[in-house]
């Protein structure tokens, strides 16, 4: 296989939706791709400790990098702005083959409708796929979350402790 460039576009290369958040900033939503390994981790390793939720995202880097080769086997999309990864989701199947959400917004884009805006990327390209519906699990305290999952047709599909279990079909 020859590693010149072919001046073609790829289907993973094509950004999912672009929007300009609050802040006026352009954040294009993406697939994930290998390039985006070392901003992801980047991401993660800075996430303030006090918006870590159930232990996630993990405070250690060989944490991080455990927990993305899980992760990143399935579906995933970042968010970019200026090339730096500033937001994640993903779709991991749980053992009913049922899909796990999971989604992770840089700090310094939060309350910019960044993390909505790759909510609704990351469904868009999971229907593309064949994927019906999601669930997550969020802390009863985190309001801030739960206003988006709200805002975005998630409902309460039971609860576990100090947890609530959220449902959406896409």
Known sequence: M??????RTTTADVPLDRVVDDADRVVAFERYRPEHYG????????????????????ATESAITEWLAVLLDHVSVVAVH????????ALVPDDAGNHELGVFVDDDYQDAGVGSALLEATF???????????????????HRARHVYDAL????AGEKGRSLRLVREL
């Open 153 to 156: 047709g998630f409902a309460e």
């Open 124 to 142: 868009e390209y999971a229907r593309s796929i064949g994927i019906a519906d999601v669930w997550l699990s969020v802390a009863r305290s985190n």
């Open 39 to 58: 901003g992801l981790v980047e991401m993660y390793d800075d996430f303030p400790p006090e918006q870590r939720a159930q232990g996630l995202p993990p």
């Open 82 to 89: 200026d090339g730096a990864v500033v937001g994640h989701a």
């Open 2 to 7: 020859s590693s010149e460039p072919t001046g």
